[in-house]
């Protein structure tokens, strides 16, 4: 288990993480999320020990993480981490070396990844030569190829097409299964949806909510209605809603999406809804990931 135990980083006058915590698992996957400039890469960055913090402490197993513990982390940085003039399977082989393997283990697992991923007939191009996704898919075997305890995932989703997204999603679900932990950033919230239980959000280098996905949905103070009406459709609820409710969107589709506050009762949203018109779909639910995000933060953001 990873713990990470009121960390805290100051740059300067600037504060980037201000006691921050949060717990991974073994077996299990934790999104992590913030705002551009939130601290989730110093986060990341102080795990894998290429910052040092100014207070608090990382654990794996309860042990401090040094140089033997982290060898069985693995690491995918937002930034491209690879040597561009390196051909592809050489630089598989060099990263496993680091953590420890034979040269004959390396060299397997090199092949097996850049099989498994599509590269197979790539191996002996220079990194430089791939594309954005192939270089994103290269990264993803750099963190896998030694068989890591921890994987560490700054933004693993970005740049790929959507087959590759499966694909990766289907590799982390995989490492999951076999027992590792993983720490993954993300600014798709629909696949941090799909993918994790719990998340932590950071906000100015604070935790400002955590916990798991559909707690910290359920506790979220408004809920969301989504009501299509019969043709001719009629004009949007809008100025003769009740106190505290919010017309979000009046969709061309013939769609009315409203906001109203938690203690709303479904009763009520249905009586006035349907004095506005004849409804022939409505659901009612929690906000999704992405608004209670946009909550946490008190401000519209990129996650």
Not at 34 to 43: A, E, F, V
Request: glycine residues 10%.
């Amino acid at each position: 288990m990873l713990e990470v135990s009121g960390i805290s980083k100051r740059f300067g006058a600037t504060v980037a993480l201000d006691d921050v915590s949060l717990t991974v698992r073994e077996g299990e996957i934790l999104g992590f999320l913030g705002p551009n400039g939130s601290g989730k890469t110093t986060t990341m960055r102080s795990i894998m020990g290429l910052i040092a913090v100014d207070a608090g402490r990382v654990t794996w197993r309860a042990r401090p993480v040094d140089t033997e513990v982290r060898h069985r982390f693995g690491y995918m940085p937002a930034e491209r981490g690879m040597y561009p003039k390196m051909h592809v399977r050489e630089q598989l082989v060099y990263f496993a070396r680091l953590a420890g393997r034979s040269a004959a283990e390396a060299g397997a697992a090199a092949d097996g990844w850049l099989d498994r991923l599509g590269l197979g007939d790539r191996a002996n191009d220079e990194v430089q030569a791939l594309s954005s996704g192939n270089q994103q898919r290269v990264q993803l075997a750099i963190a896998l190829v030694h068989d890591p305890d921890l994987l560490i995932l700054d933004e693993p989703f970005s740049g790929l097409d959507p087959i590759a997204v499966e694909t990766m999603k289907a590799m982390l679900l995989e490492q999951v299964g076999r027992g590792a932990a993983v720490l993954f950033s993300s600014h798709q919230l629909d696949l941090v949806s799909d993918i994790c239980r719990d998340v932590v959000i950071v906000d100015r280098g604070r935790v400002v909510l955590d916990g798991d996905v559909a707690a910290i949905r359920e506790r979220s103070p408004v809920r969301d209605v989504t009501v299509k009406f019969a043709a001719p459709r009629p004009s949007a609820p809008n100025g003769s809603t009740p106190d505290g409710w919010e017309v979000v969107d009046d969709g061309s589709d013939g769609s009315v999406r409203l906001r109203v506050p938690a203690a709303t009762d479904l009763d009520e949203v249905l009586t006035f809804l349907s004095r506005t018109g004849r409804i022939v779909d409505l659901s009612f639910g929690p906000p999704e990931l992405s608004e209670v995000f946009r909550i946490a933060v008190g401000r519209e953001g990129s996650p």
